[in-house]
């Protein structure tokens, strides 16, 4: 196995403090770049798409829960399987308490083209409480190019999308896919990929910041069970 050199503290020392500079770097270009996401244009929706949940029938309105932003992530789980992705599995074990992005009116939600009778199970057998819809027509994992046809078979792949709600209107801002899931998980990571942000002052574009009045990384953090949903 290949292990760190081992060296005096102060040599430790000095060689963290180069680190830091490019991590500092690195940060500052994270910034930008999430800056860069949130000027992306968006597309309306004009699909009207049915999912299959917990109470029902539901379209891609329904998922939003009230709340202005949809964050959906693709789970892979095909009709034909047993269970759902390990992959995907280890992705929604790192999810955090869901009254943090509920309070910056974001909703986190699941979708598979599994039917919702083999979703149930599983989702139990994990012991998550996230909601979790079936799309069983398949249209919805097709069109947001999770569901691909190659040579004559439908290959399943990870992703995650993020939509905005203006009234009754949806639009889709936002999707990445497989490697672009990396070090995803955490509250602040997702709402750095939708159209609002973290919703703080610093962050550009100017204007975002007030949409919902609730900046995370702030005073105005509240322990999960705090907030006012």
Request: net charge negative.
């Amino acid at each position: 196995m290949s292990l760190p050199e081992i060296v005096s503290r102060a040599e430790w020392r000095v060689a963290r403090e180069e680190l830091l500079t490019k991590e500092k770097a690195a940060t500052r270009a994270r910034d930008a770049l999430n800056a860069e996401r949130r000027r992306l244009p968006m597309v309306e929706i004009d699909r009207e798409y049915v999912f299959e949940g917990g109470d029902g029938k539901a379209t891609l309105l329904d998922l939003f829960e009230g709340r202005q932003q949809l964050v959906v992530y693709h789970f892979m789980f095909a009709p034909e399987w047993d269970a759902g992705c390990r992959s995907c599995s280890g992705f929604l074990d790192q999810i955090g308490h869901l009254a943090h992005l509920h309070a910056r009116g974001t909703t986190f939600a699941a979708v598979s083209r599994a039917p919702y009778p083999k979703i149930l199970p599983f989702k139990a057998r994990m012991g998550w409480t996230l909601p979790w819809y079936s799309s069983p027509a398949g249209d919805f994992n097709r069109d947001f190019e999770v569901t691909l046809e190659r040579e004559g078979e439908l290959v399943e792949r990870p992703g995650l999308s993020c939509f905005l709600r203006e009234g009754g209107r949806v639009f889709h801002t936002y999707s990445t896919y497989e490697r672009g899931l990396d070090g995803l998980g955490s509250t602040t990571s997702l709402l750095d990929l939708t159209a609002l942000g973290r919703q703080e002052e610093w962050e550009e574009p100017k204007g975002r910041a007030s949409a919902l009045g609730a900046p995370a990384g702030s005073e105005r953090i509240r322990y999960h069970d705090e907030y006012d949903d």
